[in-house]
């Protein structure tokens, strides 16, 4: 089976500790790299969060050190959303600090993209900082990137201003630099977590797979993200979800652009799906996805992470 090569950028926070933890174990992928950067909680915590993450399923990805703080706004956290260390429900091991990749983020990033036989997939699913710092510093690897999937953005309404999702928003500069730079993309907005519902029952399932999916059960309900529902909605996994399983998906071609200069939106992604502006189309846009299919994937996928965990 032919293996796709992936980099994650990731800010780990629970929802992104479920989506590493399918992709390290997904047969397709080719997990070369995670870059951990600041997001939902302080880079520090991030950093050891996916260490021990890593160290608590036994897997050897190297973690590279990404930005402490955005390019140009002041820093903001999610710890009362993900908790104050970033994944709170469950008791990791200490990190195993062999993980670490000591050369900043850009250098780790530039010797996989660059020395690998084939073209290598970037996933987003934290802010875009460690990314566009990337893009400016090795714009000569831009045509060696087959894809970048993302998650953010917002289709309307917002997460943590009117009309800004968080990923976004914690660094609209930075989002701007990665929509401009012609690398194709994918992206899973807000309203698709919002789709991918996983009520209860679900969890249930997952809890009783094994020693993974206890741990990855207890991340997601001590998420503290306000679902209306006895469930959680989930939005990190979208992304591995699109590049395993785009089936699952409804994409529209769109020009997505950030705002980064009204006082009053802000970090806000205007997805434009009708040529209002007159730009070419830069991204394939999830507005749809089918909950009952992506709830038997995600159930799938964690309980093979489960059995190879073992």
Known sequence: MHRTPLIISTDPGIDDAVAITIALFAPQLDLKLIVATWGNVALEKTLANAMRLETFLQTKVSVARGAQMPLLRPVINAAAVHGESGMAGYTFPEPDSRLLDHRLAAEALHEVVSTSPEKVTLMQIG????????????????????????????????????????????????????????????????????QAFVDQQVLNKIRNLGRTGDMLYHLLTALNDQTANDGREIYDALAVGMLLRPDMYTFASAYVAVDTKSPLSYGASVIDFDDFFDKPQNAQVGVKVDRQEFNSWFVEAISRADKQGE
């Open 127 to 194: 802010p875009a900082t460690d990314f566009a710092l990337y893009f400016r510093q090795f714009p000569e690897d831009l045509t060696k990137i087959a894809k970048l999937v993302i998650m953010g953005g917002a289709l309307g309404r917002g997460n943590w201003g009117p009309y800004s999702e968080y990923n976004v928003a914690g660094d609209p500069e930075a989002a701007q630099i990665v929509f401009s730079s012609g690398v194709p993309i994918m992206l899973a907005p807000l309203e698709l977590g919002q």
